[in-house]
């Protein structure tokens, strides 16, 4: 499987800096679209691109995330703007207050691989416990083949803190289809990408990104 160069953009999105959409997950929502999927969870929803965009395109969204500042400045665009099919909660990703089968879609952008091994997999059992039966999962994941992969201390197989520029006290684990194809077992069916992503700061920097993106139901 080889890598799809990506070209992305740092721009102004809802009156915030923001890597531009991935084509991923934008075919993603016309796939919830299509399958009349409503309920989406956003986990790690920083301050809501995802989440905003979902809700304008007439989704029902929870965004959760720990970043405090990140959810009281998504609780202020959204009562500025009258955006009213959003709920914003401070919450974990691996202790997720809701009930069972209760979203029809879950989304998780760069945050999954920033835990150990064993804190992604309870993760995605909390993720698959609170999706409806055939509901989607939507995530990306670094890859061992990404160039940050074996810089900082490695403080379990495959997972550094202070690997990435920004996020130095931060663990990032990396994967392989191996690894996610067991990480993903008890999901029927999934669609894997490898993709480059050349995010482009301004026009003397860029950050190269080599991830999973992945579509688990």
């Not at 531009?20 to 929502?29: D, I, K, N, R, Y």
């Not at 690997?163 to 069916?189: A, C, M, Q, W």
Request: glycine letters at 4%; a negative charge; proline letters at 2%.
């Amino acid at each position: 499987m080889d890598w799809n160069i990506i070209q992305l953009q740092v721009e102004n999105i809802y009156n915030k800096l923001n890597i531009s959409f991935t084509p991923f997950f934008l075919e993603a929502v016309q796939l919830f679209n299509k399958k009349g999927c409503r309920k989406v969870l956003d986990i790690g929803c920083s301050y809501g691109k995802h989440s905003i965009y979902l809700a304008e395109n007439d989704f029902s969204v929870t965004s959760i995330d720990t970043n405090v500042q990140a959810l009281e400045w998504l609780k202020e665009y959204i009562e500025k703007k009258y955006i009213n099919n959003i709920t914003v909660m401070r919450a974990d990703m691996n202790h997720l207050p809701f009930e069972d089968s209760c979203f029809d879609a879950v989304i998780c952008t760069s945050v999954l691989h920033h835990q150990c091994l064993k804190q992604i997999q309870n993760s995605i059992s909390e993720i698959q416990r609170v999706l409806k039966q055939g509901g989607y999962f939507l995530f990306d994941i670094l890859s061992i083949e990404d160039d940050s992969y074996g810089v900082g201390q490695e403080i379990e197989p495959n997972t550094f803190v202070g690997s990435r520029e920004g996020e130095e006290d931060v663990p990032h684990h990396y994967t392989d289809i191996e690894e996610l194809n067991k990480l993903l077992k008890d999901f029927s069916e999934m669609k894997i990408q490898k993709n480059q992503y050349h995010i482009v700061i301004d026009s003397e920097n860029e950050i190269i990104s080599r991830v999973f993106d992945v579509l688990a139901y």
